[in-house]
């Protein structure tokens, strides 16, 4: 007798779908769905009390989108709600992708719920995605899913994300406004030297007189431009581009750039505090949530942002393995200051490790909020100083033979 064979059943992901109807008052209402078909949806909808108008998919070319640290914090918040009120995880990955705007969260989801139902456990489907999912969110994943409290733990990692990318952007705030007015500063001296400075040369060379130095210098740093102009370009466009991907591919330039950044007046203090508050805050979470400390300190390495403190944390990770207290390991790093170690070390002595690191991580957030407005107060006048030497000294140099020859006469 020949054996059967089961043809293995084929996994079709859910569509959504825009639809208006009719409800049993006859008020027009609207609504989004998932649904394996627009057939199917329009059967649930009818079992719904509605009477279906129209039923279209959902247009995804304009929210597709890159995935975001902000969509996996919103991602972690609505599962953590889902599973608090006791709906099972597919389910709720169900519930939570069909409620998403961007198309690219939505997949994402959908393929999360497809390696769920096919036995795979949250942490397993998770670690398979390294480019959405960090070590320290799959080590606090598995930390939930050992102790029966994953809700609660996806709770704390929301909160997690969402602390760590407000800070993030408080940083590149700091950094982003200079630079940008600098990069208008040389567009616009650029365009000087190429468009305006010419013009005046052949105004000068009507004059049949002795230009003065600094007017001669600038002539001749205006036909330098012109004469290389792609060269210029090239090396303003491309410059930027070869010197961060040297920096990617070479980690001793990392290290060396890393702690020459920690030392730049006014940015350097932003740039330590924003480390510091980064480790307290991953080392807080990581420790409540279960983690042994010497692998909590491995992902708080990586979440420092900083290789000089990543170096640093990893050294204190060795010292803790062989027995050292962790107050002790971090003032041999010479690091952190004495606030950071003096509380640890109450931490530590008081069974509240994660509480007190919490509490030095929130006031480290708030000087990197209170640095970050100074130092934008502080820049602007600076800035404009800076752009009125360069572009002012310019258009002056290219007037001094005008108000020399008018003292002439």
């Known amino acids: 007798m020949a054996k059967a064979t089961t043809a293995p059943r084929k996994l079709v992901q859910d569509i959504t779908f ?13 609504g989004k769905s998932t649904a394996r078909d627009d057939k199917a949806l329009r059967v649930t909808l009818r079992t719904q009390g509605i009477a279906p108008l129209s039923v279209r998919k959902q247009s995804t070319s304009g929210s597709r989108g890159k995935v975001t640290p902000e969509d996996i914090a919103v991602f972690s918040r609505q599962t953590a709600t889902m599973l608090a009120a006791g709906i099972p995880l597919v389910q709720g990955f169900e519930i939570v992708g069909s409620g998403l705007e961007k198309a690219s969260m939505q997949k994402l ?14 942490r397993e489907t998770l670690a398979r995605r390294p480019q959405h999912f960090s070590d320290l969110y799959v080590n606090l994943v598995a930390a939930g899913e050992q102790a029966g409290a994953l809700d609660t733990l996806l709770e704390k990692i929301a909160t997690y994300l969402e602390k760590t990318e407000a800070l993030k952007k408080k940083v590149r705030k700091a950094l982003v406004y200079p630079t940008m007015v600098l990069l208008v500063a040389i567009v616009v001296t650029i365009g000087l030297l190429v468009y305006v400075i010419p013009q005046f040369e052949s105004l000068f060379a009507g004059f049949g007189a002795e230009l003065p130095a600094f007017t001669q210098f600038v002539i001749t740093l205006s036909r330098g431009v012109n004469n290389h102009l792609f060269l210029v370009l090239l090396t303003l466009i491309g410059g930027p581009w070869a010197l961060m991907t040297w920096i990617k591919r070479s980690a001793p330039v990392r290290e060396t ?8 007046p006014v940015i350097g203090p932003i740039l330590r505090n924003s480390a510091l508050a980064r480790y307290c805050r991953t080392l807080s979470t990581l420790f409540s949530a279960g983690v042994p400390l010497v692998e909590a300190l491995e992902s708080v390495a990586g979440a420092t942002g900083n290789t000089v403190y990543r170096d640093a944390v990893m050294r204190i990770r060795e010292e803790v393995a062989t027995g050292q207290r962790l107050q002790r390991a971090m003032d041999n790093t010479g690091l952190f200051p004495n606030l950071i170690v003096q509380m640890i070390g109450i931490g530590e002595e008081a069974g509240a490790l994660d509480t007190m690191a919490g509490k030095v ?3 480290y957030e708030a000087e990197v909020d209170a640095a970050v407005d100074a130092m934008a107060s502080l820049l602007e006048p600076i800035i404009m100083a800076i752009l009125g030497v360069l572009i002012g000294g310019l258009v002056m140099s290219m007037y001094l033979p005008i108000f020399k020859l008018g003292g002439a006469v």
């Not at 989801?109 to 096919?118: H, K, P, S, T, Y």
């Open 109 to 122: 989801v959908q393929d999360l719920r497809l390696d769920i139902e096919g036995g795979s456990s949250l």
């Open 18 to 30: 825009l639809w208006q109807g009719r409800d049993k008052r006859g008020r027009r209402v609207t």
């Open 257 to 264: 750039l890393s702690r020459w950044a920690l030392d730049i």
């Open 361 to 363: 991580a929130s006031f």
